[in-house]
């Protein structure tokens, strides 16, 4: 079943682990609605609280932390809030890097958005393909 209906526009929320510019910039350059993680929570907000608050608002989020997948804990706040997430594979990628993996990959991401049954996990590669991931 799909999460959203296709008309309603998507927002991406970009996790403090990607930084605080490039891909945000790049992205609503790329004609996204975008949502830095600074714009509303602390520097230091808990993943559990951020987490949720995506779930809650229907975010789109965009990370490269990858305790997401590895660790228990954060496998099941993902899951709990229902979250939708897009997991840049590469974490040690440059700023600009990560910005273009994300703008190649917008189409797609908005595809699976919208017609993927949340929650779901997906990892992104540093050209921009999309495998599933949970």
Not at 58 to 81: G, N, P, Q
Request: glycine share 6%; hydrophobic share 50%.
């Amino acid at each position: 079943m799909p999460h959203k209906a296709a008309s309603e526009e998507l927002v991406f929320f970009v996790d403090r682990s990607l930084g605080g510019k490039l891909v945000v910039e790049a992205l609503r350059k790329a004609g996204a609605k975008v949502v830095a993680h600074d714009e509303f929570f602390d520097q230091n907000a808990a993943d559990v609280e951020w987490l949720a608050e995506a779930g809650r608002r229907s975010w789109v989020v965009l990370t490269k932390d990858s305790a997401i997948r590895r660790h228990a804990y954060e496998k099941t706040m993902f899951r709990d809030a229902a979250c939708r997430v897009f997991l840049l594979a590469s974490g040690n990628m440059a700023g600009a890097d990560m910005a273009a993996a994300f703008v190649a990959a917008l189409p797609r991401m908005r595809e699976l958005a919208v017609s993927t049954k949340t929650p779901f996990l997906f990892g992104l590669t540093r050209s921009g393909k999309i495998n599933r991931l949970d």
